[in-house]
């Protein structure tokens, strides 16, 4: 194994790293008894002269994992040069614990391990595969569901320093960090009139590409992670690869929807398109126009979306009286294209589409979020010609309803239309592991928000009703979809099932290859898991 020089210490580093490391081992009460070999190799093979004697370590038995994820944060803070913030940082610390969108995803990890080098992270990997400690990784802080990138008595890699937009002209492609957002992004490819296939609201992170992605460009395009041409990876062994169409394929195919089980990503390598002045805004109806609205999405499924230049996302709120439609259209128009004709039949309270420069400037308007907490579950059927649109959409504000006993009860409907052209776009990429049917479909994202933890029960419970009961009723009429898309999934879906017998068997026989002792199977439990 092959890792990248992390640090040379000086001299008094090594004496304080020696010291801390002493005093960190008698922290864990029944260590294994090749334990303190095996710490002392590794950090010798990274450069530190380390002897930690062997009376350092306890003779207790059951020790807890708490005591292994000390001594990992330990370590890391031995090393004064690389960046960690641990609960004695006070509110440094708070601010880095809650990097999140919603407060339902906040942790309590024992240290925060912010790396800024790819040769960090490979350090990083390399010590937890021998301490065993569980840790969980964080990319944009996008998904509010406990545990999926935060952890509690673990250790939290935050990604966001991982920073860098590398646009190479010749290969029409751009190297993107792990830690910068989609806006980061976009901003850095204007001076070369350039877009990617990425998120469709500026401060997402990077890791949507792992659960597929869904993008404003996606009709054009395919999903975010069909264009992704090279995944850079830390494996579990610290050993650093790159996953594309020539090098590890099998790993590439099953990283476009794989999440966080085969490795930490550290790049992508993606491709860019030309780009440049966008026509599109926010149209807005009142809730009595629900019917039409979910009418209006069945007719531009039919024909407008075949315009592939065309991109809707709406945020449906009928618990508040609103229904928030983005439109999108990329191209230098300066009135409504024929594509959005269903949506502009239906009179509107207000509409500030126009043209606009560049596309991060249209994607800096869109409805604000209105509480603090916020999840959601999904489900997917397929375009037919009668009125099962419709009937969703009222079964979904049905249950909406209830939520008028939560305090800040709010439910937001997001029907995406999915064309056929996005999903027939794989067949030219290298494939993908979701094994989608080449066929119209709707992916309903169903999202909710409140205001106070103690609803989270309730709303959670209810999250997991109504997703169940949109999916008895297209069963009911044929129209039902077994896949669910990971990024807009709740966490008792069974995302990676859904992918089909065979593609799951082959996702699961990629991890047994490249994570043979299944790291990121037990000591990564958050995410959709494979095991």
Not at 292 to 308: H, I, K, M, P
Request: net charge neutral; proline share 6%; aromatic share 10%.
């Amino acid at each position: 194994m092959h890792l990248v020089p992390v640090m040379q210490q000086p001299a008094y580093a090594l004496l304080m790293i020696i010291t801390a490391l002493s005093s960190l081992f008698s922290l864990v009460h029944a260590a294994p008894p090749n334990l303190q070999s095996k710490v002392e190799a590794y950090l010798q093979s990274q450069g530190v002269n380390a002897s930690i004697p062997a009376s350092a370590y306890g003779a207790q038995p059951n020790a807890a994992r708490l005591d292994t994820v000390s001594l990992t944060c330990g370590i890391l803070d031995a090393y004064r040069n690389l960046d960690l913030v641990t609960p004695q940082d006070g509110q440094l610390y708070t601010i880095e614990a809650e990097q999140h969108w919603s407060p339902t995803a906040w942790g309590h990890p024992n240290c925060i391990f912010e790396p800024t080098t790819v040769g960090e992270v490979q350090f990083f990997v390399g010590l937890l595969a021998i301490t065993g400690s569980t840790y969980a990784i964080r990319s944009g802080g996008h998904s509010p569901f406990k545990d999926f990138a935060s952890t509690d008595h673990g250790v939290l890699i935050a990604m966001h320093k991982m920073k860098g937009v590398e646009y190479d002209a010749p290969s029409e492609t751009v190297r993107l960090a792990m830690g910068n957002t989609w806006g980061d992004v976009y901003q850095a490819l204007i001076p070369h009139q350039r877009i990617v296939v990425g998120g469709r609201l500026a401060p997402v992170g990077m890791a949507l590409v792992t659960g597929g992605g869904l993008s404003h460009y996606s009709n054009a395009e395919g999903f975010a992670s069909d264009n992704v041409v090279d995944f850079e990876m830390v494996l579990a062994d610290g050993s650093l690869i790159h996953a594309n169409a020539t090098s590890h394929s099998d790993l590439w195919w099953a990283m476009k929807a794989g999440q966080n089980n085969f490795g930490i990503t550290t790049h992508i390598t993606t491709k860019a398109y030309p780009m440049g002045a966008v026509w599109g805004g926010l149209r807005v109806w009142n809730a009595s126009q629900l019917d039409a609205v979910s009418d209006a999405f069945a007719e531009y499924q039919r024909v407008g979306q075949l315009d592939t230049k065309s991109s809707v996302i709406p945020d449906l709120v009928p618990t508040n009286g609103t229904l928030f439609l983005t439109l999108i259209y990329f191209g230098p128009v300066t009135s409504p294209p024929a594509a959005f004709k269903p949506f502009y039949d239906i009179p509107a309270v207000s509409d500030n589409s126009s043209p606009h420069p560049n596309f991060l400037d249209l994607i800096s308007v869109g409805p604000p979020q209105v509480v603090p907490r916020f999840s959601y579950g999904f489900s997917a059927l397929h375009l037919d010609n009668s009125t099962t649109y419709r009937d969703v959409m009222r079964l979904c504000a049905q249950q909406g309803e209830k939520m008028k006993r939560v305090n800040g009860g709010t439910q937001v409907l997001i029907p995406q239309p999915i064309s056929k052209t996005m999903v027939d776009k794989a067949k030219r990429t290298g494939g993908r592991p979701q094994g989608l049917q080449s066929r119209a479909q709707l992916w309903m994202n169903m999202s909710w928000g409140w205001n106070l933890a103690k609803d989270d029960a309730y709303v959670y419970a209810l999250i997991k009703e109504t997703y169940e009961k949109v999916d008895a009723l297209t069963k009911q009429r044929g129209l039902y979809d077994p896949y669910v898309f990971l990024n807009d999934a709740f966490p008792q879906q069974k995302v990676l099932r859904s992918y089909g017998n065979g593609n799951f068997n082959r996702m699961l026989a990629v991890s047994k290859k490249y994570d043979p002792r299944g790291m990121f199977q037990t000591q990564v439990p958050g995410g959709f898991k494979l095991n």
